[in-house]
């Protein structure tokens, strides 16, 4: 018979903040369902997005590399379609390096408003931020981007530039990236530019490396969910006893990031056990890459109009102009 891993008992603890009420739900959903999996956006707590930004710096990581490239080429294309005195918005800013660049190209940005669900890290990026730009309003929003959020009320009545890099994009299910497109353009407003970087699809050799890299950053970042289900949940999972696997799955055009465990064990979570075969893995994350054309298509039918695409020589990598349709 079929059987749950987990036995459903009621949360012995009741989480104090909301977050963690999401992040316990999900966690004993998705641990509770066959195959197990976790979704991406738990990767981020301060550890995480510190973990973020050095696989950023590895020589295999080709796409901070790539999209930094085109968006320095193309900043001053960049600034030329910013309205006066706009407010820029970026979902999922990290550390907000890409930024910088446009923030250095496009000087009458009035105001910048980061978008993160890392909210301690998000507040010292703000702090560096507020020192390094001291003219432009610095607006952290601490939110999950795939629900609506509001936006500050200084912004009201400015101009507004989206600004998604990172192919974070890429880290959402296709009909998921459809809904979120739809509801950045409501959040943005009639008459808003959206830029967006999406990785593209290549050589899967290239692909398996930059999740595969050799000094184990990400397995590492993958590894540091488990050590937060530990710290904020009360699990109990012995993180030496599982693994990093990324694989390239051609047919659905993503990398697919796996936790799997080394051997037949039980963990507790929120007073619940979870059982594990040898070899059973948690799935903890998609990246999809796009061509120019399905991404464009996707924009198109989320109600958005492309105006500029840009990529690198070898077309590893395209940065997306998009306007509210
Ligand atoms: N924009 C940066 C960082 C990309 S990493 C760059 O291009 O380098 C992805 C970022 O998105 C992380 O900072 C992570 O905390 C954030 N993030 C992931 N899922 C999110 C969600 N659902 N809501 C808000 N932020 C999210
Ligand atoms: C943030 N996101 C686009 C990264 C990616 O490439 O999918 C996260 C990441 N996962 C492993 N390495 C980097």
């Known amino acids: 018979m079929a059987r749950s891993a987990l036995a459903r008992t009621a949360l012995p603890v009741e989480p104090a903040h909301p977050e963690a009420t999401a992040f316990a739900t999900d966690a004993i959903a998705g641990l509770t369902t066959t195959p197990k999996r976790l979704p991406p956006k738990y990767f981020y707590d301060v550890t995480g997005s510190e973990l973020f930004e050095r696989i950023t710096t590895l020589p295999e990581y080709y796409p901070t590399r790539c999209e930094l490239g085109i968006l320095r080429e193309h900043a001053a294309d960049i600034a030329a379609l910013i309205p006066q005195a706009a407010a820029l918005i970026e979902f999922g800013s990290g550390a907000s390096v890409k930024t910088r660049i446009v923030l250095g190209a496009a000087k009458s940005l009035a105001a ?34 795939s629900k609506p959020f509001d936006l500050p009320v200084t912004i009201e009545g400015m101009p507004r530039v989206g600004f998604f890099p990172g192919s974070t994009i890429g880290n959402l299910e296709p009909h998921e990236a459809c809904t979120f497109m739809r509801q950045a353009g409501e959040t943005l407003g009639a008459g808003a530019l959206f830029i967006v970087g999406v990785d593209l ?23 540091n969910l488990l050590t937060r289900l530990n710290r904020e949940l009360g699990a109990n999972f012995n993180v030496s006893a599982f693994e990093h696997h990324a694989l390239y799955n051609r047919e659905k055009s ?9 051997k037949r064990q039980k963990v507790r979570l929120c007073g619940e056990t979870a ?20 991404f464009g298509a996707m924009a198109r039918g989320s109600g958005w109009t492309p105006v500029e695409v ?13 306007k509210r349709a």
Request: neutral net charge; proline residues 3%; hydrophobic residues 40%.
């Open 310 to 322: 840009w990529t690198d020589a070898d077309k590893c990598f395209s940065v997306n102009v998009l």
């Open 201 to 223: 699809v290549k050589d899967q050799r290239v692909l398996q490396k930059a999740y595969n890299d050799k000094q184990g950053v990400t397995a590492k970042f993958n590894l």
């Open 275 to 294: 059982d594990f075969r040898a070899g059973e893995t948690i799935h903890t994350e998609n990246s999809y890459k796009y061509s120019i054309e399905s």
């Open 112 to 145: 910048y408003v980061p978008v993160d669900i890392s909210r301690d890290f998000l507040e010292r990026q703000a702090l560096a931020l507020r020192k390094q730009y001291p003219g432009v309003a610095m607006l952290p929003v601490a939110a999950d981007f």
């Open 254 to 262: 993503r990398i697919e990031m796996h936790l799997a465990s080394t």
